[in-house]
């Protein structure tokens, strides 16, 4: 029962702690880092302490998978040099460099046990990239990178840990008094590397091989979500009896299945796992950072006990702080040519505030404290090696995440831009209903009933929406925002006449809740679609535009011309009001948009076979081809 009370208290304090920083606008694992420290020294608080089986075997799959499977495989791969210069040279570069530097401040620490705590150490974490990166809003290319490096460094950083341990033997318990139990060299090294990572490669592919055949025969969500479920425990497993990389086995497994989710999945299975793991990744997330917090008083009291005088303990924790912070960015520096080269400008450098950016986030998290108890119990001055574990996780957390946007708007480093992501939305649905509409003319036989009309006067629709989303005139209602409002007043309606119905007792349980069920995924879909037009309005475009795909049309056809008289002179002729404004780039008509009742525009291609026009809104800078159905 006890179990149970502090089960339900610690997933009530982190919701409550989570809201707040929601509310104050800071990153929640800062807030949670902070409130877990102080709850430690609360008295009636009982001691939580973090195993490290309980870590690697029961926190650590799952959150990985979480990730893994919503990392697009493809920006993965196209920045793969990048990923494997900070995940595996990175987290040898630091393991050595604070290895030495541990070894240098307290030689009684032998090299085994030095090693062993720069291994730990050494791994940023792959939540508090996301959590904090996302949160603050750094471009997708730097979060593309974190999250890549954070997926996979933590192979590195457990191999290099696990080697010094072995290699330490007696030598970990004694110091520097004896030699180590086995010979080390950077070869036999490199090769237990490849050996793991390799290992977990053939296992991560192998699960994914399995786990793709059965879903090809699933259809039903419920089964397939709970196959979901077991795949990051299985990989992490099998890897590790294997004695490979279980981190690399669970990485591999989750890119491959949410890279062939659209194939190997049914709609509602998708739907269903991305809203489970979504919840299981929000909830861990801010689990571990409070735990994390919760470490702090057991640790702080194991030291006092310590052989080692205060000063020099603050001093080791204090310079091991900072010195993963510049070790970190002494390695990006030397190696910026590899990394987040920007689209914009192919082959050059990546921007020097890009650089730092990806240098100031090294983030720890709760692999490195994980790590830390993996050390043997009877290593020497072991408790000061766990606080320093803890320093350098606390102290990432706190300084690096915090200074973090503050540094990101010095920089000037521009956040995703919301217009540019509704200008790609409309354009790749247009080029999906261009697909979809090929196979429906293909297909069309024998409709008596209007059906095939009906599919294209809908595909219209919802391509017209997607376009309104860039409508950024304050003042005015796009008709798919008048369509949300009136059909969200309906579906409230709608929802009380059921509840009534319920009520009378007249209506099968079964059958009121299948109707309730429609009523919610119709209102979800619009309030998503509320949601994002607001950001849109919200928020200015301030990112660097970068070429897209081009046609000849296009690039013969480079924006330039003005918006005209603000009117289209059609439906001032016929009476009628636009929603948007377009221009011919051929020779400059102004008319309205599509989602316009004139669709004046568009009919003005059809009448002169003018191939592009461009927005004439005051805020918007894209041009479309409309033989192509692309934009630039």
């Known amino acids: 029962m006890e179990i149970a009370v502090l089960l339900v208290v610690l997933a009530v304090g982190v919701l409550t702690v989570t809201g707040l920083a929601d509310k104050i606008g800071v990153p929640a694992p800062l807030v949670l880092i902070v409130a877990g420290v102080a709850a430690s020294y609360v008295p009636f608080i009982p001691e939580i302490t973090l195993e490290a089986d309980v870590v690697l075997l029961g926190l650590l799959p799952p959150l990985l998978y979480a990730t893994a499977i919503k990392t697009s495989l493809v920006d993965f791969n196209a920045n793969r040099r990048s990923i494997l210069l900070l995940s595996v040279g990175l987290i040898i570069f630091t393991t050595v460099g604070i290895g030495v530097l541990v070894h240098t401040l307290i030689p009684s620490v032998g090299w085994p046990a030095a090693f062993a705590i720069?291994?730990?150490?050494?791994?940023?974490?792959?939540?508090?990239?996301?959590?904090?990166?996302?949160k603050i809003g750094l471009p997708r290319r730097i979060v593309t990178i974190l999250e890549g490096e954070s997926l996979?460094?933590?192979?590195?950083?457990?191999?290099?840990?696990?080697?010094?341990?072995?290699?330490?033997?007696?030598?970990?318990?004694?110091?520097?008094?004896?030699?180590?139990?086995?010979?080390?060299?950077?070869?036999?090294?490199?090769?237990?590397?490849?050996?793991?990572?390799?290992?977990?490669?053939?296992?991560?592919?192998?699960?994914?091989?399995?786990?793709?055949?059965?879903?090809?025969?699933?259809?039903?969500?419920?089964?397939?979500?709970?196959?979901s479920l077991i795949v990051p425990f299985a990989a992490y497993v099998a890897a590790e009896e294997l004695e490979a990389s279980g981190?690399?086995?669970?990485?591999?497994?989750?890119?491959?299945?949410?890279?062939?989710?659209?194939?190997?999945?049914?709609?509602?299975?998708?739907?269903?796992?991305?809203?489970?793991?979504?919840?299981?990744?929000?909830?861990?997330?801010?689990?571990?950072?409070?735990?994390?917090?919760?470490?702090?008083?057991?640790?702080?009291?194991?030291?006092?006990?310590?052989?080692?005088?205060?000063?020099?303990?603050?001093?080791?924790?204090?310079?091991?702080?900072?010195?993963?912070?510049?070790?970190?960015?002494?390695?990006?520096?030397?190696?910026?040519?590899?990394?987040?080269?920007?689209?914009?400008?192919?082959?050059?450098?990546?921007?020097?505030?890009?650089?730092?950016?990806?240098?100031?986030?090294?983030?720890?998290?709760?692999?490195?404290?994980?790590?830390a108890f993996i050390i043997p119990q009877d290593t020497r001055h072991r408790e000061v090696l766990l606080l320093i574990a803890f320093t350098v996780v606390a102290g990432t957390l706190l300084i690096q995440?915090?200074?973090?946007?503050?540094?990101?708007?010095?920089?000037?480093?521009?956040?995703?831009?919301?217009?540019?992501?509704?200008?790609?939305?409309?354009?790749?649905?247009?080029?999906?209903?261009?697909?979809?509409?090929?196979?429906?003319?293909?297909?069309?036989?024998?409709?008596?009933?209007?059906?095939?009309?009906?599919?294209?006067?809908?595909?219209?629709?919802?391509?017209?929406?997607?376009?309104?989303?860039?409508?950024?005139?304050?003042?005015?209602?796009?008709?798919?925002?008048?369509?949300?409002?009136?059909?969200?007043?309906?579906?409230?309606?709608?929802?009380?006449?059921?509840?009534?119905?319920?009520s009378a007792g007249s209506t099968p349980s079964e059958v009121v809740a299948d109707v309730l069920a429609m009523l919610d995924l119709e209102e979800s879909m619009l309030e998503l679609s509320s949601e994002e037009r607001a950001d849109l309005r919200a928020s200015p475009s301030t990112s660097i535009r970068v070429p897209g795909e081009e046609c000849e049309h296009l690039v013969e056809r480079p924006h330039g011309l003005t918006g005209g008289d603000g009117t289209c002179a059609e439906c001032l002729e016929e009476g009628t009001r636009w929603v948007a404004l377009r221009q011919c780039l051929d020779c400059g008509h102004v008319a309205c948009c599509d989602s316009s009742s004139g669709r004046h525009a568009t009919q003005h291609f059809h009448d002169t076979g003018h191939p592009v026009m461009q927005s004439a809104e005051p805020a918007e800078d894209w041009r479309w081809c409309y033989v192509h159905h692309l934009t630039a």
């Open 152 to 227: 996979l460094n933590d192979a590195t950083a457990l191999v290099s840990l696990r080697t010094a341990i072995a290699a330490g033997g007696t030598a970990m318990a004694l110091g520097g008094e004896e030699e180590a139990a086995e010979p080390v060299s950077i070869l036999g090294i490199g090769l237990d590397f490849l050996v793991a990572a390799g290992g977990g490669v053939a296992v991560g592919a192998l699960l994914y091989a399995i786990v793709a055949q059965v879903r090809r025969r699933l259809r039903d969500p419920l089964m397939d979500t709970a196959v």
């Open 247 to 371: 981190v690399i086995a669970v990485v591999v497994a989750g890119l491959l299945l949410g890279h062939r989710a659209p194939i190997l999945q049914t709609a509602q299975s998708r739907i269903s796992e991305r809203i489970n793991w979504s919840t299981i990744s929000f909830v861990l997330e801010n689990v571990v950072f409070l735990l994390i917090g919760l470490q702090a008083a057991r640790l702080f009291s194991d030291v006092g006990s310590s052989e080692l005088g205060a000063g020099l303990i603050t001093a080791a924790c204090l310079l091991s702080l900072v010195g993963v912070i510049v070790l970190r960015l002494a390695w990006v520096f030397p190696v910026r040519y590899f990394l987040v080269r920007p689209k914009f400008v192919s082959g050059a450098p990546a921007p020097m505030a890009y650089t730092f950016l990806v240098g100031w986030a090294g983030m720890r998290g709760v692999v490195t404290l994980a790590a």
């Open 401 to 502: 995440g915090l200074s973090l946007p503050w540094l990101a708007r010095r920089l000037n480093v521009p956040s995703p831009d919301p217009m540019d992501d509704a200008l790609a939305r409309a354009t790749l649905l247009q080029q999906a209903s261009k697909a979809g509409l090929a196979e429906l003319d293909e297909l069309e036989t024998g409709d008596l009933h209007g059906v095939a009309d009906l599919i294209r006067e809908r595909l219209e629709q919802r391509n017209f929406s997607a376009w309104e989303r860039l409508n950024t005139t304050a003042d005015e209602e796009t008709p798919s925002e008048l369509y949300s409002r009136l059909r969200t007043a309906m579906i409230r309606a709608e929802r009380e006449r059921v509840l009534e119905i319920r």
């Open 118 to 134: 720069g291994a730990v150490v050494a791994p940023p974490d792959a939540v508090a990239a996301t959590a904090v990166g996302r």
